[in-house]
């Protein structure tokens, strides 16, 4: 079931109202869809060898969740992975975020992670940061919602949105 939740992770990536998933395709990849038709594991009816071909397939779905967030990094001036839509946020810190970038005037993507238990947990390893929500700007990573909201008061947002061209002009 988680793995049905990767392959439908770019639909919870959206800029405005146009989803990510006309911009990035899914990892689709057969071992996919083999891992998703797959019967959950039970310890007591494994075997080594099943193991062993587990692993191998949560790696390479691990592997193919890395590739697609850092292509969709790449390819987003910024990206918001947050809890919730900027429309709907499911979590203080998120709406706090899509707030500040919101009143910046910001063109950003966003991606739900809640879609997704292998994108929400695939991200903390793309940025080696163990919480959410995080923004990423021309390609890095900027931080969560602590760090955003130091560099909006500072004015450094500001200029980083306007580094990446990514104000909306009024």
């Known amino acids: 079931m988680l793995r049905r939740a990767l392959v439908q992770a770019p639909r919870a990536v959206q800029r405005t109202q146009v989803p ?3 911009a990035v395709a ?26 062993a071909k587990d692993k191998k397939d949560d790696a390479a779905v691990e ?19 947050m809890k919730g839509t900027p429309e709907a946020p499911q979590c ?26 292998d994108v929400r947990e695939g991200i903390k390893v793309f940025s080696n940061w163990p919480t959410l929500p995080q923004l990423y ?3 890095e990573f900027v931080g969560g919602c602590d760090i955003v909201t ?18 909306r002009k009024l």
């Open 20 to 22: 990510l998933a006309r």
């Open 26 to 51: 899914a990892p689709q990849s057969a071992r996919l869809v083999a891992a998703a038709a797959r019967p959950a594991r039970h310890f007591a009816s494994s075997s080594a060898s099943d193991g």
């Open 63 to 81: 592997d193919d969740v890395q590739q697609w967030l850092k292509k969709a990094v790449q390819d987003h001036k910024v990206l918001l992975f």
């Open 92 to 117: 203080g810190f998120s709406r706090k975020v899509a707030v500040i970038l919101k009143e910046h005037n910001a063109v950003f993507a966003s991606a739900n992670v809640l879609n997704s238990a």
């Open 137 to 139: 700007i021309g390609g």
């Open 150 to 167: 130091s560099l909006a008061e500072s004015g450094e947002l500001k200029e980083k949105l306007e580094k990446a061209g990514a104000i």
